[in-house]
């Protein structure tokens, strides 16, 4: 029997394993370093209330994956594989995003209503008319995502409403990141499509393919959070025949006549060596440039990849008895105001009412912070970080802190490849990689590189078809999501 490694059990790495299993005769073993599944897709559970780690909206213009979601959680009140298991289902919710910019809501994306012009002002609403106007008229080189915001929304538009939050998500100014995060991410949003969406929504048909992501107005979502998709797939692999091996650290991916012969991994019993045929890889680039034995890395490879730049994120979990703020129907809020360091908040209710112990006498709010491993924000104790987001909570004008119940916090590594530093390079580590015949590279981490949900999936699905049908270039594995235009920004 031929066999598959595959690191990871993120959305990426157990789509492989399924589809290995589902479509081949090839045997998975999937070695991933936590204790959880699904990666930064996870849902924490704390006490009956759940914290989605990023927030996930399911939802994709391809419909492989729409059909993928549902086979393994069929939508409530519709028939399904499992029509038994009323918790093992998806919910269809309601899409509401808003800006949160000088103590007042603006819809995201940024919209044609009365309360947008009312919330600018009248100054600011002529500014950003002139500015966009031109922005039109001369187009700045895309060199930056600073500029790629400019083209499409106006210098005051992009200074009031991305240029302050995307430094906060990334740590350094919107001119020093790299404009393929646009690309990838927002490519299809801007003022124009803005006012298309407003002039064809009247109009518009059911098929929501057509519509970009941020302009969608529902998607799908597990009862219980992402996680328990992810739980569920793990499940099914298992039942099929694969291996999960949890708490396995990968510290060696060993190279034999060119190809990946093994992988060694530190386990809490004992080191484990562990041949294969294939080799899946969804660890972070960096680290898999790092353990690989056995063969000569050029050291403009290794210098690309020990250079890739992350940011982590930490979440904190705050449960209150009300909101200050009443009606509150977002899944998410994004923070625009300078005088707090969170960078967007979460309202587990309106996820799913399932997410919470108590939806109907509680609310769970994830107050969201991007930072650095090891900086002054990932290095303050549990008590100081909860403490810090709760009185943020609170200054942004979303409760008193009279009315918390209890707090929690959670970090994530590497949680968000980045686009500056030596990224610019890592068609060199790409190269490489791809001379090694049996090994692929998908996933966000494993392709350094921001994709959705659904993208990571599909690099999965275009590695298990290249081994199926015994193609040897990895280009349709990499060029998942560099042709598209339907992300939507975190």
């Known amino acids: 029997m031929k066999t598959a490694l595959i690191i990871g059990a993120g959305p990426a790495g157990l789509t492989a394993a399924y589809e290995l299993l589902k479509h081949t005769d090839i045997k998975p073993t999937v070695l991933e370093e936590e204790d959880f ?270 250079g890739l730049p992350y940011r982590d994120f930490m979440t904190a979990g705050i449960l209150v008895r009300r909101l200050k703020l009443k009606d509150i129907p977002d899944t998410w809020i994004y923070v625009q105001e300078k005088n707090v360091k969170v960078g967007r908040l979460q309202i587990f209710n309106n996820w799913s009412p399932y997410m919470v112990a108590d939806p109907a006498g509680t609310v769970y709010v994830g107050m969201e912070y991007f930072c650095n491993e090891g900086d002054e924000l990932w290095n303050l104790s549990p008590e100081a970080f909860e403490a810090m987001a709760t009185g943020e909570l609170e200054k942004i004008g979303m409760i008193d802190k009279s009315e918390v119940i209890s707090t929690s916090s959670t970090k994530v590594r590497k949680a968000y490849p980045a686009y500056f530093g030596t990224y610019k390079d890592i068609a060199e580590v790409r190269s490489f990689l791809d001379g090694i015949p049996n090994l692929f590279c998908i996933g966000r981490n494993g392709q350094h590189r921001y994709n959705n949900m659904d993208h990571s999936m599909l690099t999965a699905m275009e590695a298990v078809r290249n081994i199926k049908e015994g193609i040897t270039s990895k280009h349709n594995v990499w060029n998942v999501n560099t042709e598209q235009s339907y992300h939507e920004s975190k």
């Open 37 to 306: 599944f699904g990666g930064i897709s996870r849902t924490v559970n704390n006490s009956g209330n759940r914290m989605d780690i990023g927030g996930h909206r399911f939802f994709s213009k391809d419909p492989s994956i729409m059909r993928w979601w549902t086979d393994i959680l069929p939508i409530q009140g519709k028939p399904g594989p499992d029509p038994d298991k009323e918790d093992r289902v998806m919910l269809v919710r309601k899409r509401v995003s808003r800006i949160r910019f000088r103590r007042t809501f603006f819809d995201y994306p940024i919209s044609l209503k009365w309360s947008t012009f009312k919330g600018l002002g009248l100054a600011n609403t002529l500014k950003a008319g002139l500015g966009y106007i031109g922005a039109k008229l001369r187009s700045l080189p895309e060199d930056s995502l600073e500029n790629f915001y400019i083209n499409r929304f106006g210098r005051p538009l992009y200074q009031m409403f991305f240029e302050d939050y995307t430094t906060k998500v990334w740590g350094v100014h919107p001119s020093q990141i790299g404009a393929d995060w646009g690309a990838q991410r927002v490519k299809g949003l801007s003022i124009t499509a803005v006012i298309k969406d407003a002039l064809v929504r009247p109009f518009r048909s059911k098929d929501s393919t057509k519509v970009e992501t941020s302009l969608i107005e529902q998607f799908i979502y597990p009862k219980y959070g992402p996680g328990q998709l992810w739980e569920t797939v793990a499940e099914e692999v298992v039942k099929m025949g694969g291996t999960i091996i949890k708490g396995a650290r990968v510290t060696a991916v060993n190279i034999s006549g060119g190809r990946a012969s093994s992988v060694t991994a530190e386990t809490k019993d004992a080191p484990m060596t562990i041949p294969c045929d294939w080799l899946l890889s969804s660890m972070p680039l960096k680290e898999l440039v790092e353990d690989l034995c056995g063969i000569q890395v050029p050291q403009k490879v290794m210098d690309t990849a020990s």
